[in-house]
């Protein structure tokens, strides 16, 4: 008996062991299995979703691939926006101490690496002071590097560690379609980082910018743009910048399904200008022009010159001024009306398509002269 029982126990114990190692060859098995596969050259995890290698964070499952896309774009352009704070300093009147004023905010984003920051103008205007927010919550006072009121755009820079920029990718506005997608990244109402989408509703409208001269060829779209969103990224699908968006129609002020942006390929002349110049450094005729109010109640066409400066280009091929002779009677000087044929209907017109062309360009100028046209060739000055 005492046999059997040792006999026994040992059999127990053999099959707890072969049990053990059975299972245990099971589930590594069953593991491999089930294991994402890994690249032979790399060594890396092969991702299941598909998702993109600069992908943080992990997508829950249920999202389609159009959500993944969305989602995405947002982690990677995000770091490009940043968030502007404005201030005014004043005087107190009593006690003669200053005071710095909050102003307003806006959007903005990063152009390069050497600390620009592209914004509106009228987010800036009247500023004495602005801050940029960066993604990362750090908080930079701004240098305000040049202006374009004429296209409400602005470039600020910082000083900051390169690592922490990230420049925006640039596309192109000369092909986009209405009905293709878009998305808009600011900071509406100070909530920042905040992602609206939509599509292009329309393409060459106009809005007036804060010098009163139209910006041409703006984009429209339905994606929801709010005060403070003025100056963010208008993104197309694939993340690149088509637009800065600037203006919303709105009887409330508040996003009604109409926000305008300025289309990336003005941008993208105007900045390199305002980095080097301080302003846009567009060619000039060297002349002065009466106001549109004024053409319109002498029922004149084209753009009027008031002023002819001297040594400039049009002195050198001729135009005439408006002046007062001897009598005291206005004497009307030559009116403009068309630049290499292009049609010239007022002084916006002009300002408008000069800037097709670089200073030392020749330009063929029709003019109208006491109701006769004459054409002169003339060689486009800089801006001065």
Do not use: C
Request: glycine fraction near 10%; proline fraction near 5%; aromatic fraction near 6%.
């Amino acid at each position: 008996m005492k046999s059997n029982s040792i006999l026994r126990f040992f059999l127990w114990a053999a099959l707890l062991v072969g049990g053990f190692f059975l299972g245990t060859s099971w589930k590594t098995t069953f593991n491999q299995q089930m294991a994402p596969q890994t690249s032979a050259d790399e060594g890396t995890p092969r991702n299941v979703n598909n998702e993109g290698p600069s992908s943080t964070t992990a997508l829950p499952p249920g999202l389609n691939e159009g959500e993944k896309a969305t989602i995405r774009l947002f982690e990677n352009s995000a770091p490009s926006v940043a968030y502007i704070t404005t201030s005014q300093i004043r005087q107190d009147y009593w006690t003669r101490n200053v005071m710095e004023i909050p102003q307003g905010s806006g959007s903005g984003f990063v152009w390069d690496k050497n600390g620009h920051v592209i914004t509106n103008y009228h987010v800036i205007q009247g500023a004495d002071k602005a801050q940029v927010t960066l993604s990362d919550r750090t908080t930079w006072d701004a240098e305000l590097v040049g202006a374009a009121p004429e296209k409400d755009l602005a470039v600020l820079k910082i000083t900051t560690p390169t690592s922490t920029l990230k420049p925006i990718p640039v596309g192109s506005s000369d092909n986009l379609l209405v009905g293709q997608s878009v998305l808009a990244i600011g900071n509406p109402f100070g909530l920042d980082q905040t992602l609206t989408t939509g599509i292009i509703s329309a393409l060459g409208r106009e809005i007036k910018s804060v010098s009163g001269i139209p910006i041409r060829d703006v984009i429209q779209s339905d994606a929801a743009i709010n005060p403070g969103n003025s100056g963010g990224p208008l993104l197309n699908s694939s993340g690149e910048l088509i637009g800065v968006n600037t203006a919303i129609y709105s009887p409330s002020g508040a996003s009604a399904g109409i926000g305008f942006s300025i289309p990336v390929d003005v941008v993208k002349w105007v900045v390199p200008d305002l980095i080097q110049y301080g302003k846009v450094n567009r060619p000039t005729l060297g002349v002065e022009l009466a106001n549109a109010q004024t053409t319109q109640r002498l029922g004149l066409k084209g753009a009027l010159i008031t002023h002819v400066s001297e040594g400039s280009a049009a002195e050198k091929a001729g135009l005439q001024p408006t002046y007062r002779d001897r009598s005291g009677r206005i004497r009307l000087g030559d009116s403009i009306i068309a630049i290499n044929g292009e049609v010239v209907e007022s002084s916006n017109d002009l300002i408008l398509i000069l800037e097709k062309y670089k200073a030392g360009d020749n330009v063929k100028v029709k003019i109208l002269r006491e109701d006769r046209e004459t054409e002169l060739t003339l060689r486009l000055d800089g801006s001065r």
